[in-house]
């Protein structure tokens, strides 16, 4: 963890070295920002920022997570069978007996869930065989379906604030925005060279920022699709991307090995 004004390095939570961990592959605050969730290997660790340093990581349910999402409520939403096709509901993934507290395992698909992320309280969106689709908690079947363009390759997913847009990054160089409530095409990020790897929303919803193997993160206008500004530096592909709570910094992950933030204007 670092500090966002001055860049110095507050604490080590994982050392690769130390603990035999493996690459880390996601990481994402809970709702309250109470707990940090890791996605290492195959495997879902946790950490509670909260408690002392001793002991703070715990093991989740190993069940092949390749993407994860938790909303506003808390429920985390992980990939569940071998073949990846399911999802499965749980209130705390971390608990001792959290397969014995499964609040549903649903959502079957034909083929391997690639992307997922939480819409609201009750819902998420995934991607699956080049299929975007929305489900609700209590379903077993789509809200709605949209097939993405045959040439699309998907490769990250968010959903803005209050759930109302999402945003699928293509590794062909665009950003597709589709309505969260109808699944509607909504307009197309376009100005990367190269694959984009990474989206984020600005919490406010109106700003939209994207990562990509061009060595650049872009600030696009979520209404209009217009660009805002380039953050240039980065000396290879630009793998991860995110607003500050407040919206008013931006963080950008490389893979050259390090993490910049930039000051960002409304």
Same mark, same amino acid.
């Given at each position: 963890m670092w500090d966002a004004e001055t860049g110095k390095e507050q604490e080590r939570l994982v050392d690769g070295e130390k603990n035999d961990s493996r690459r880390i592959d996601q990481i994402q605050l809970s709702p309250d920002a109470s707990l940090l969730y890791l996605v290492t290997g195959e495997r879902l660790f946790i950490n509670k920022c909260s408690v002392a340093k001793e002991n703070r990581i715990f093991l989740g349910l190993g069940c092949g997570v390749k993407w994860f999402g938790v909303n506003p409520a808390g429920i985390t939403y992980l990939g569940t069978n071998d073949a990846g096709t399911a999802l499965m509901m749980v209130k705390d993934p971390f608990d001792e007996d959290a397969r014995d507290k499964l609040l549903r395992t649903s #959502?079957? #698909?034909?083929?391997?869930?690639?992307?997922?992320?939480?819409?609201?309280?009750?819902?998420?969106?995934?991607?699956?065989?080049?299929?975007? &689709? &929305?489900?609700?908690?209590d379903s077993d079947e789509p809200v709605w379906e949209q097939k993405l363009d045959e040439k699309a390759q998907p490769a990250h997913l968010s959903v803005g604030a209050g759930g109302t847009i999402v945003a699928v990054a293509d590794k062909g160089?665009?950003? #597709?925005?589709?309505?969260?409530?109808?699944?509607?095409?909504?307009?197309?990020?376009s100005g990367h060279t190269g694959p984009v790897r990474a989206v984020a929303f600005n919490p406010n919803g109106k700003q939209v920022v994207? %990562? %990509?193997?061009?060595?650049?993160? &872009?600030?696009?206008?979520? =209404?209009?699709? =217009?660009?805002?500004?380039?953050?240039?530096? #980065?000396?290879?592909?630009?793998?991860?991307?995110?607003?500050?709570?407040?919206?008013?910094?931006?963080?950008t992950g490389c893979a050259d090995k390090t993490a910049r933030i930039w000051a960002f204007t409304k």
């Amino acid at each position: 963890m670092w500090d966002a004004e001055t860049g110095k390095e507050q604490e080590r939570l994982v050392d690769g070295e130390k603990n035999d961990s493996r690459r880390i592959d996601q990481i994402q605050l809970s709702p309250d920002a109470s707990l940090l969730y890791l996605v290492t290997g195959e495997r879902l660790f946790i950490n509670k920022c909260s408690v002392a340093k001793e002991n703070r990581i715990f093991l989740g349910l190993g069940c092949g997570v390749k993407w994860f999402g938790v909303n506003p409520a808390g429920i985390t939403y992980l990939g569940t069978n071998d073949a990846g096709t399911a999802l499965m509901m749980v209130k705390d993934p971390f608990d001792e007996d959290a397969r014995d507290k499964l609040l549903r395992t649903s #959502h079957t #698909h034909s083929g391997p869930i690639d992307l997922l992320a939480g819409v609201g309280d009750s819902a998420v969106v995934t991607v699956a065989g080049g299929v975007l &689709r &929305r489900w609700k908690a209590d379903s077993d079947e789509p809200v709605w379906e949209q097939k993405l363009d045959e040439k699309a390759q998907p490769a990250h997913l968010s959903v803005g604030a209050g759930g109302t847009i999402v945003a699928v990054a293509d590794k062909g160089g665009g950003v #597709h925005l589709f309505s969260a409530e109808t699944g509607k095409a909504a307009g197309t990020l376009s100005g990367h060279t190269g694959p984009v790897r990474a989206v984020a929303f600005n919490p406010n919803g109106k700003q939209v920022v994207t %990562g %990509g193997e061009d060595k650049t993160a &872009r600030v696009w206008d979520a =209404k209009s699709g =217009k660009e805002l500004a380039q953050l240039e530096g #980065h000396t290879k592909a630009v793998t991860g991307v995110g607003f500050s709570p407040g919206g008013d910094m931006i963080v950008t992950g490389c893979a050259d090995k390090t993490a910049r933030i930039w000051a960002f204007t409304k």
